[in-house]
């Protein structure tokens, strides 16, 4: 069964910086590309960074140059690094395989940026 555990959301001040982790299942992490995604509120989910099993990267023109998405293959785990965060970076954040599959979501973590 896979399992995805996202975790590090939290409050931070605009130009502030965060640090997603998402736990998964050794199968899975290792054969699959792996995506960041978020859902703010009203909108739908979006991909913001996805990295290949083989380590290679691509961001959605608003976070690139601001996030890096990279993975550990002993950890089984990956990383999204959110650095000049902006109040429109507010969502929820959720790790998936790339493309996406529906019973993979997790519960995603809540990153809020505001003053």
């Known amino acids: 069964q896979v399992q995805l555990v996202e975790s590090g959301g939290g409050l931070v001040q605009p130009g502030g910086s965060l640090r997603l982790s998402c736990a998964a299942s050794?199968?899975?992490?290792?054969?699959?590309?792996m995506g960041w995604y978020r859902q703010a509120r009203g909108k739908q989910r979006e991909m913001v960074a996805a990295i290949t099993s083989g380590g290679n990267t691509n961001y959605e023109d608003s976070v690139k140059g601001r996030f890096t998405i990279s993975r550990d293959r002993a950890k089984n785990t990956v990383y999204l690094q959110m650095n000049s965060l902006k109040p429109e970076d507010t969502a929820v954040y959720y790790c998936?395989?790339?493309?996406?599959?529906?019973?993979?979501w997790g519960q995603g973590t809540q990153v809020t940026v505001s003053s």
């Open positions: 998936n395989i790339r493309p996406a599959v529906a019973s993979y």
């Open positions: 050794g199968n899975i992490f290792k054969i699959s590309s």
